[in-house]
């Protein structure tokens, strides 16, 4: 049984999306996409520095283009499940049919710029804790005044707030934390901090016309399967303010029975996870058209496999 998922903010590196436009219409594809949301995305993609993609109305749109495009690649193959971490549900939803490419750049478009507005608020930043027992990290991030933002699993949290309330963190660290790592992002999202963004959302996706998903569409508010597309555009709007459960994501997983999970581009953070909160399960990352091969070749093993437990 193969998941597909879309990672979130962060991900995103300069010039990730430069192997990907040589591939056949790829080129055209991002053009369209460009014109239709007033983003320069093979720009961004290709010859942005470190910074420019930082910009949360930039590296949104980049990231949802790039998942897009990379899974359009594997369009011979049909994934079980799929899943998307923060901005990462909007492709997963293009995965699922919820919506169309144009509708879902569409609406990351206007996610972004409404994010980076709240973000423009108070200086608000996000880091993640390595190591440390959910049980004694997120009780000592609320006395900090911080927000467990993020919880991945996997012995990862990922904390927001203000750059004070961080800074305190770094001297404060909860029991087990081995490291508390600044991310590259541009506020604290999936807080109260972003509450004026979900108003923005809401107008957004009142123009939409939702499709129900063609495949299992777990969200990542609380790791259950959604059954129809106005719960999943409900819930597209209303997880900018509220935390992460990755952790919850990837326990629902192993209970569909998940054999196989390939991250789109630009894959590597939840492989990572995924090696470590579920072992057993064959990992693959797309970052480079290279990939796509190997991809093939895991997802009918993996195929294999399964099949040959069940006969047994």
Same mark, same amino acid.
């Given at each position: 049984?193969?998941?597909?998922?879309?990672?979130?903010?962060?991900?995103?590196?300069?010039?990730?999306?430069?192997?990907?436009?040589?591939?056949?219409?790829?080129?055209?594809?991002?053009?369209?996409?460009?014109?239709?949301?007033?983003?320069?995305?093979?720009?961004?993609?290709?010859?942005?520095?470190?910074?420019?993609?930082?910009?949360?109305?930039?590296?949104?749109?980049?990231?949802?283009?790039?998942?897009?495009?990379?899974?359009?690649?594997?369009?011979?193959?049909?994934?079980?499940?799929?899943?998307?971490?923060?901005?990462?549900?909007?492709?997963?939803?293009?995965?699922?049919?919820?919506?169309?490419?144009?509708?879902?750049?569409?609406?990351?478009?206007? $996610?972004?710029?409404?994010?980076?507005?709240?973000?423009?608020?108070?200086?608000?930043?996000?880091?993640?804790?390595?190591?440390?027992?959910?049980?004694?990290?997120?009780?000592?991030?609320?006395?900090?005044?911080?927000?467990?933002?993020?919880?991945?699993?996997?012995?990862?949290?990922?904390?927001?707030?203000?750059?004070?309330?961080?800074?305190?963190?770094?001297?404060?660290?909860?029991?087990?934390?081995?490291?508390?790592?600044?991310?590259?992002?541009?506020?604290?999202?999936?807080?109260?901090?972003?509450?004026?963004?979900?108003?923005?959302?809401?107008?957004?996706?009142?123009?939409?016309?939702?499709?129900?998903?063609?495949?299992?569409?777990?969200?990542?508010?609380?790791?259950?399967?959604?059954?129809?597309?106005?719960?999943?555009?409900? $819930?597209?709007?209303?997880?900018?303010?509220?935390?992460?459960?990755?952790?919850?994501?990837?326990?629902?997983?192993?209970?569909?029975?998940?054999?196989?999970?390939?991250?789109?581009?630009?894959?590597?953070?939840?492989?990572?996870?995924?090696?470590?909160?579920?072992?057993?399960?064959?990992?693959?990352?797309?970052?480079?058209?290279?990939?796509?091969?190997?991809?093939?070749?895991?997802?009918?093993?993996?195929?294999?496999?399964?099949?040959?437990?069940?006969?047994?």
């Amino acid at each position: 049984m193969l998941v597909l998922v879309a990672p979130g903010q962060g991900a995103q590196t300069p010039g990730f999306l430069t192997p990907w436009l040589e591939l056949p219409g790829a080129a055209d594809r991002i053009g369209m996409w460009s014109d239709a949301i007033g983003l320069d995305l093979a720009h961004y993609g290709t010859q942005a520095d470190a910074d420019a993609i930082r910009d949360t109305a930039v590296a949104q749109p980049l990231l949802v283009a790039a998942g897009i495009l990379s899974a359009a690649a594997l369009s011979d193959i049909t994934p079980d499940a799929v899943a998307g971490h923060s901005v990462g549900e909007i492709t997963a939803a293009a995965f699922a049919g919820v919506l169309d490419d144009t509708a879902a750049l569409t609406l990351v478009r206007k $996610r972004g710029l409404a994010m980076a507005e709240a973000a423009a608020i108070t200086e608000t930043g996000m880091s993640a804790l390595l190591g440390g027992d959910p049980e004694t990290t997120v009780p000592h991030l609320e006395k900090l005044g911080l927000t467990p933002a993020n919880v991945n699993g996997a012995g990862q949290i990922v904390a927001a707030g203000t750059l004070e309330q961080l800074a305190a963190l770094e001297a404060d660290k909860p029991e087990g934390v081995r490291r508390v790592v600044p991310l590259k992002v541009a506020g604290a999202f999936h807080t109260h901090h972003m509450a004026p963004a979900v108003d923005a959302l809401a107008q957004a996706a009142e123009a939409l016309t939702p499709a129900e998903p063609k495949v299992a569409y777990v969200s990542n508010k609380d790791g259950q399967t959604v059954a129809t597309g106005a719960e999943v555009l409900s $819930r597209l709007v209303g997880q900018v303010a509220n935390p992460v459960r990755w952790d919850l994501c990837m326990e629902t997983f192993k209970e569909l029975g998940v054999t196989a999970l390939v991250e789109v581009c630009p894959g590597g953070t939840l492989t990572g996870l995924a090696k470590r909160g579920l072992p057993g399960v064959r990992t693959l990352a797309l970052k480079t058209p290279d990939d796509l091969d190997a991809a093939r070749e895991l997802i009918a093993e993996a195929s294999t496999s399964a099949a040959a437990a069940a006969g047994a």
